[in-house]
């Protein structure tokens, strides 16, 4: 079965930082990419970021960018989230999300792919 | 990027009756070496994460009921279910996974009328 096991959420002030990580099991943590998908309370789904698999090439909604950084240790089956010069508009939930086995290519399947399993979610509470 | 745009944001219907959201993209999401679109639809109760139910557009994914159904090519996708049960009661969201960022639309919630 595949897993995704989510945690380091928490109450942090404006700008400060926060690690998430998220778990994985239950299938070839290294070939896949993987995603970062955040929901502020009461709202709809945003993307956040995205690494492909290998940790190559990452991906960043603009709202993020410069100041979150995607990572993975496919030695430790862990995909992380590194949020720093936090807002309060980045409160919210953050699942982590697998993408669904498209094409193989090279050393990993391909990025573009629906989000077939997720993680339960953690939150993320920026507030003073 | 593309800009998804779902509609209507709400919408009740009686229980056995028919539920239709609509999903627009901003430019096409059709790949031509493949002709697939890219576009997903999930859905999200309260308290959870949100659940892979269509994907290519108009594929199920494998559990899903066959009163869930998609259609659509380019830039208009919809997601029909035939015939509402109170279980589907939910938010329903479409995505484009065509090329990043992977944009979601705002979401439909449905309820029971």
């Known amino acids: 079965d595949v897993k995704l096991a989510q945690s380091g959420g928490g109450l942090v002030q404006p700008g400060g930082s926060l690690r998430l990580s998220c778990v994985a099991s239950?299938?070839?943590?290294?070939?896949?990419?993987m995603n970062w998908v955040r929901q502020a309370p009461g709202q709809g789904l945003e993307w956040v970021s995205t690494?492909?698999?290998?940790?190559?090439?990452?991906y960043y909604a603009d709202s993020v960018k410069g100041r979150f950084t995607i990572s993975r240790d496919d030695s430790k089956n862990t995909l992380y989230l590194h949020m720093s010069s936090l807002r309060v508009d980045d409160t919210a939930f953050y699942f982590c999300?697998?993408?669904?086995?498209?094409?193989?290519?090279?050393?990993?399947?391909?990025?573009?792919?629906?989000?077939?399993?997720w993680g339960q979610g953690t939150l993320v509470a920026v507030s003073s | 990027d593309i800009v998804m745009t779902q509609s209507p944001d709400s919408l009740a219907v009686s229980l056995g009756e028919r539920a239709t959201i609509n999903c627009k993209s901003s430019?096409?999401?059709?790949?031509?070496?493949?002709?697939?679109?890219?576009i997903a639809w999930y859905q999200q109760k309260p308290g959870q994460p949100p659940k892979l139910v269509i994907y290519w557009a108009s594929t199920r994914e494998s559990g899903v009921p066959n009163r869930f159904s998609g259609s659509g090519s380019g830039t208009d996708f919809t997601l029909t279910i035939s015939s509402l049960q109170a279980e589907d009661v939910a938010v329903y969201y479409c995505q484009q996974y065509h090329s990043a960022p992977f944009t979601f639309g705002g979401g439909t919630k449905v309820e029971i009328k």
């Open positions: 239950g299938f070839t943590f290294k070939s896949y990419a």
């Open positions: 430019q096409s999401v059709l790949y031509s070496r493949n002709n697939k679109d890219y």
């Open positions: 999300a697998r993408p669904a086995p498209g094409y193989f290519e090279g050393s990993a399947y391909s990025f573009t792919e629906p989000f077939d399993h």
């Open positions: 690494i492909t698999g290998g940790g190559d090439n990452t």
